[in-house]
Nanobody
Framework: QVQLKESGGELVQAGGSLRLSCAAS????????MGWFRQAPGKEREFVCA????????YYANSVKGRFTISRDNAKNTVYLQMNNLKPEDTAVYYC??????????????????WGQGTQVTVSS
């Protein structure tokens, strides 16, 4: 099992930026496929973006494409989520997760086995 810890969430005005971090335990971080998800009150957890293993291929939900950027620093065992031009609808708890399944696609939460505790992002209008 891998332990994940998110940080960086806070209250920000619409149009602002935030960078979230997700620190992971484990010696083989470069082999982890990592994803970011978010969950707003009363809504299901939804896919935000993901990044492949050492090749760093990235994938984004249409709602964040062009505004969010996922990256990773394997030397620091950390994956980042840079969020620009934030909108009130981006308000949610953001979770990072490690993918181990390859049956239903990278946007399906069931593909991910290890989850962090989440960090709150609030965007005011």
């Amino acid at each position: 099992q891998v332990q994940l810890k998110e940080s960086g969430g806070e209250l920000v005005q619409a149009g602002g930026s935030l960078r979230l971090s997700c620190a992971a335990s484990g010696r083989t971080f470069s082999g982890y496929f990592m994803g970011w998800f978010r969950q707003a009150p009363g809504k299901e957890r939804e896919f935000v973006c993901a990044i492949g293993q050492s090749t760093g291929s990235s994938y984004y939900a249409n709602s964040v494409k062009g505004r969010f950027t996922i990256s990773r620093d394997n030397a620091k065992n950390t994956v980042y989520l840079q969020m620009n031009n934030l909108k009130p609808e981006d308000t949610a708890v953001y979770y990072c997760a490690r993918r181990t399944g390859y049956n239903f696609g990278y946007s399906n939460p069931s593909e991910y086995v290890d989850w962090g505790q989440g960090t709150q992002v609030t965007v005011s209008s």
